[in-house]
């Protein structure tokens, strides 16, 4: 089955308790891309990978780092959370010429 | 940059009914996609529907299509025979065409279904 699968699902934690949020799709997609959802303001981009090795930033990276070591995985990094970084934290897959995007079931961050 | 507007935080619909959820957005690009999205109670983001700007027809999937309005830059869907099960959370988003470009969201509007 086609999906993009992201772990863990719920996370509670402290300020300063660095955290990884893995993210990987069996789609052989080289777009991959995170989000984060807020109330009232819809999902924002954080960061994306147009493939291997190659990442940029979205429209709100600080305080996130990610890495593309492998075509199928995406991790979201952590190094020092903070309280303002507790929301809902999807990731998505596409083609790079597909109109689509895949997204993953999302992981509910918390951060006290 | 481009923005997408959903002016509609709450609709509520009667089951069987029909309602119609707006989008409006903002671009210079004249080659983008369009879509709805759809997040249930279980927070995944299901895709609805999409229209490639450059296609003058507008997309239809079983009981939702929309009415897509490209110099009036708007966007609007509408769910036929309203269920139950259509109650969520519903997103507007926008993409220019490109290898890079990202997924501008609105900002949602939450759709009840009563009996």
């Known amino acids: 089955e086609a999906q993009v699968t992201q772990n863990p699902r719920y996370l509670i934690t402290v300020t300063g308790k660095k955290l990884t949020v893995t993210c990987s799709q069996n789609?052989?997609?080289?777009?991959m891309s995170w989000y984060r959802q807020d109330p009232g303001l819809g999902l924002r981009q954080i960061y994306y990978s147009m493939n291997v090795e190659v990442t940029d930033k979205g429209d709100v990276p600080e305080g996130y780092k990610v890495s593309r070591k492998e075509k199928r995985n995406f991790p979201l990094i952590l190094e020092s959370p903070s309280p303002n970084q507790t929301s809902l934290y999807f990731c998505?897959?596409?083609?790079?010429?597909?109109?689509?995007?895949?997204f993953g079931p999302g992981t509910r961050l918390t951060v006290l | 940059a481009q923005t997408v507007t959903q002016s509609q935080p709450e609709m509520s619909v009667q089951e069987a009914e029909t309602v119609t959820l707006s989008c409006t957005y903002d671009?210079?690009?004249?080659?983008?996609?369009l879509f709805w999205y759809k997040q249930p109670p279980s927070r995944q983001m299901i895709l609805v529907i999409r229209?490639?700007?450059?296609?003058?027809q507008n997309a239809t999937e079983n009981r939702f299509s929309v009415n897509f309005q490209k110099a009036a830059k708007s966007f609007s869907l509408k769910i036929s025979d309203s269920q139950l099960g259509d109650a969520a959370m519903y997103f507007c988003?926008?993409?220019?065409?490109?290898?890079?470009?990202?997924?501008?969201f609105g900002t949602g509007t939450r759709l009840q279904v009563t009996l």
């Open positions: 789609m052989n997609h080289e777009y």
């Open positions: 998505a897959s596409r083609r790079t010429g597909g109109d689509t995007q895949y």
């Open positions: 671009t210079s690009e004249s080659d983008y996609y």
């Open positions: 229209q490639e700007a450059y296609k003058q």
């Open positions: 988003a926008y993409r220019r065409a490109g290898t890079a470009s990202k997924l501008t």
